[in-house]
Nanobody, 124 residues
Framework: QVKLAESGGGLVQAGGSLRLSCAASGGTLPIYAMVWFRQAPGREREFVAGISRSGSSSYYADSVKGRFTISRDNAKKTAYLQMNSLKPEDTAVYYC?????????????????WGQGTQVTVSS
């Protein structure tokens, strides 16, 4: 069973950058697609970015396309989310998730393994 732990969140000014990490323990990370979701207060959890099992394909929500980059290092059992040009509307708790599939899907209900979340706050 895979356990996930996010890190790298914090407070940043609009226009700034943060890099989130998602470290996996247990299981075999290379067999899992990895995704990032986020949830702002009063809103549903939404898909942000996903990366295929091999790392060759990545997928983004329209709201972050061109600003965020997802990557993974299977040797380190870690996935990353590089967030640039941050906006106040990016403020949320960010969660990484994984599931045994080659290609990530967009629904949170498709994922069995979740981290505890890390807070990202972007001030204007």
């Amino acid at each position: 069973q895979v356990k996930l732990a996010e890190s790298g969140g914090g407070l940043v000014q609009a226009g700034g950058s943060l890099r989130l990490s998602c470290a996996a323990s247990g299981g075999t990370l290379p067999i899992y697609a990895m995704v990032w979701f986020r949830q702002a207060p009063g809103r549903e959890r939404e898909f942000v970015a996903g990366i295929s099992r091999s790392g060759s394909s990545s997928y983004y929500a329209d709201s972050v396309k061109g600003r965020f980059t997802i990557s993974r290092d299977n040797a380190k059992k870690t996935a990353y989310l590089q967030m640039n040009s941050l906006k106040p509307e990016d403020t949320a708790v960010y969660y990484c998730a994984a599931d045994f599939k080659a290609i990530p899907t967009l629904s949170q209900y498709d994922y069995d393994y979740w981290g505890q979340g890390t807070q990202v706050t972007v001030s204007s």
